[in-house]
């Protein structure tokens, strides 16, 4: 959608969705959404709609020309259409965005799918040449209002409106708001009506663990929907693979961990069996690890990632359920443990590398070797093969390892022999 004067502008994803039809939206939206040519959702709004039609608080991340502008505008109009158009508590609907101009343009086509009914749209921007024409539709008591973080708290400070009716809020692009000042944005939105008595849409252009805090703490056990195609451009990173036996996967790890002076580094696995195994084994050996358990709740899920931020845990084993909650700009270092079965699975890790340069090492081993072709199909590119010699500073015992970093705790269940041969490659 259009960031500017309400044109409809082709969307940067193809309309790959379902029929608007199928889904519960009031009669009118769909028949002018048809006559602008929308009859289809994008792939976005198809994820998106089953949550917020249910009723569901929703976390969304998706970058701009997905589709989350109109999303916005037809969850808000379906909202006014659904109930009491007319409830003297105004506003109803609330849509808080980072920028005036994408609340003129939101707001512009809130009108077009309204138009001709009872219910009003305003936008306050709280400043500049348009405050004047904004200030008699806020007095009127708007049913659906498009504001900015400074236009809300004008409307706050000047007691315009009182929004003890608010039923639905929407914060747009919030990681651009909680850049600028988190401290502000959150007083600011915790004067709005609990959670408890809205449904409430957060939008994310980009994932940052400050917005996702103030999301947490403004929504209500809310879903999460994260869209990202995964990283494309490998220029600037070193793709090497080694190849190991799967009884050797262990001691070599902890070999390639003590070569590199024991990193800060996100490993990823397959299965979250061996991903608790493998971090319980880690820590009895002395390194500092933490097992990202993509179940866990938002907060709690936040305390993890911040603590590997912060670099509380060197170590940080994930599956791929959890790649995407995963979003650390000084990362340098993944480990695939594992081999991904889903050869795109592989750009979502690489995804996790912010930086122009970095390592990618994957391990690959009997089962591995099954995946390495499609991956490297996909790529467009072969993969360094390391070959780890001498097998004593690549294969490292956790006897040694314990030893070297005075790690207490229980042994690793796994005890395999380091000497018994070196990791051949099968290419």
Not at 169 to 184: A, G, I, N
Not at 206 to 216: I, N, Q, R, T
Not at 291 to 311: D, H, I, T, V
Not at 345 to 363: T, V
Request: hydrophobic content about 40%; charged content about 30%; some cysteine.
């Amino acid at each position: 959608m259009e960031s500017g004067a309400g044109e409809i502008k082709a969307l940067a994803v193809p309309l790959h969705g379902r029929p608007l039809a199928q889904f519960p939206l009031h009669p009118l939206l769909k028949e002018r959404l048809s006559a602008s040519g929308i009859t289809r959702t994008t792939i976005l709004q198809d994820l998106a709609f089953s949550e917020v039609l249910r009723g569901r608080d929703l976390i969304l991340r998706a970058r701009r020309g997905s589709g989350k502008g109109l999303l916005t505008v037809l969850w808000a109009a379906n909202r006014l259409l659904s109930g009491n158009g007319n409830e003297e508590a105004r506003p109803v609907a609330l849509v808080v965005t980072s920028s005036p101009e994408r609340a003129r343009a939101l707001a512009d086509w809130a009108r077009r799918l309204l138009e001709g009914l009872e219910h009003r749209v305003a936008v306050f921007s709280g400043e500049g040449p348009h405050l004047e024409a904004e200030l008699p539709e806020v007095e009127k008591g708007p049913h659906l209002l498009f504001t900015t973080p400074d236009g809300l708290s004008r409307l706050l400070k000047w007691n315009l409106l009182r929004f003890h009716g608010l039923r639905l809020l929407v914060v747009d692009e919030l990681e651009v708001m909680v850049s600028r000042s988190q401290t502000f944005v959150r007083q600011l939105l915790g004067k709005l009506p609990p959670p408890d008595r809205r449904q409430t849409l957060v939008l994310l252009g980009d994932l940052s663990y400050p917005a996702l805090e103030v999301a947490a703490e403004i929504t209500r056990e809310p879903e999460e929907i994260y869209v990202e195609e995964g990283r494309r451009d490998f220029s600037g990173l070193k793709l090497a693979v080694i190849h190991v036996s799967e009884e050797e996967k262990w001691p070599l790890l902890l070999g390639i961990l003590r070569q590199k002076g024991w990193p800060r580094a996100l490993i990823f696995v397959n299965e979250k069996v061996t991903a608790q195994r493998l971090t319980d084994d880690l820590k009895a050996v002395g390194l500092k690890a933490a097992f990202l358990k993509p179940e866990l709740p938002l907060p709690l899920r936040l305390n993890f990632l911040k603590g590997f931020a912060r670099g509380d845990y060197r170590l940080l084993v994930a599956t791929d359920a959890g790649c995407r909650f995963i979003q650390d700009p000084e990362l340098e270092l993944i480990i695939n443990y594992d081999l991904p079965e889903v050869p795109s699975d592989f750009l979502q890790r690489a995804a996790r590398i912010r930086k122009e340069s970095g390592e990618i090492l994957s391990l690959c081993d009997e089962t591995g070797a099954f995946f390495l072709e499609a991956i490297e199909e996909l790529l467009g590119r072969r993969m360094e093969v390391l070959y780890p010699e001498p097998e004593e500073e690549w294969l490292v015992s956790p006897a040694l390892v314990r030893e070297e970093l005075g790690g207490k705790g229980a042994a690793p269940r796994r005890r395999p022999r380091p000497g018994k041969g070196r990791p051949r490659s099968r290419r």
